[in-house]
């Protein structure tokens, strides 16, 4: 029984990390390709505790967690904040964790499987256990970016267009990943009380991320506007894709 609620409970750890990548555009598809897996094997998992014999089910839903943790690993450093310089990481820490997933999944279906399979699991898993101790050291938020000497102030939040968490900074500023280029600017001198019009349901028309002076959180919707608990006076503009561009007459 105590593996079978050990099985269920991690199943739905990883399932959890899966939902919060249905958020970005960006992990979305292979966010709902994770689910599958994962929802298979909480299934395996909850049919093994009561399962006159609990190990075929603890087999099956060990190799489906597998799968699915390491899609969840795919997604989380698809959507992790990276410097612009070590974006290249990605091409990395993704397949690392993609792999270990898949020869762990390979271990637990297959039992009779010898050195083939145990030795790249070793080596996959320590190398994936290495990049999740050093996450809080690449993806820490120093509150500016690097511009060649500059230290430029910046503050975190997704990008509108793909959702990968980037460090903006100060002025304009292009997503790490996707190109989209951003303007914000704070204290802004004057605001402009307009209206705001976005077309296409793929990109917000706010992102939260907290004042530059006062930390708190909030949403910030795109535009001109003043933080509700210090005043301070922000400039937050990107442009909007709607499509294709139309081919000239």
């Not at 910046?154 to 292009?174: E, N």
């Amino acid at each position: 029984m105590l593996p079978a609620l050990l099985g269920i409970l991690i199943s739905a750890l990883v399932a959890s990390v899966l939902v919060v990548g249905l958020r970005a555009p960006r992990t979305r598809k292979l966010a709902m390709i994770g689910l599958l897996p994962a929802g298979c094997g909480f299934g395996a998992f909850a049919w093994s505790a009561f399962a006159p014999d609990a190990a075929p089910g603890l087999r099956m839903g060990a190799g489906l967690a597998a799968i699915a943790a390491g899609i969840a690993h795919a997604v989380c450093f698809s959507i992790l904040p990276l410097p612009a310089k070590r974006v290249w990481m990605r091409l990395i820490l993704i397949p690392i964790g993609a792999w270990c997933g898949t020869f762990a999944s390979l271990w637990f279906l297959w039992h009779q499987a010898g050195d083939s399979v145990r030795a790249p699991l070793v080596v996959l898993g320590a190398a994936t256990i290495l990049s999740w101790l050093t996450v809080p050291f690449f993806a820490r938020n120093r509150g500016y970016v690097e511009s060649g000497t500059r230290k430029i102030p910046s503050v975190r939040f997704p990008c509108p267009r793909c959702g990968t968490r980037v460090d903006w900074g100060q002025g304009i500023a292009a997503c790490t990943d996707c190109g989209l280029f951003l303007h914000i600017y704070w204290p802004a001198d004057e605001i402009q009380k307009r209206d705001v019009f976005v077309t296409g349901d793929h990109e917000p028309a706010s992102v939260r991320f907290a004042c530059p002076q006062c930390r708190v959180k909030s949403d910030w919707p795109r535009g001109d506007r003043s933080c509700t608990h210090c005043g301070l006076k922000v400039s937050l503009h990107w442009n909007t894709h709607t499509g294709p561009i139309p081919p000239a007459p």
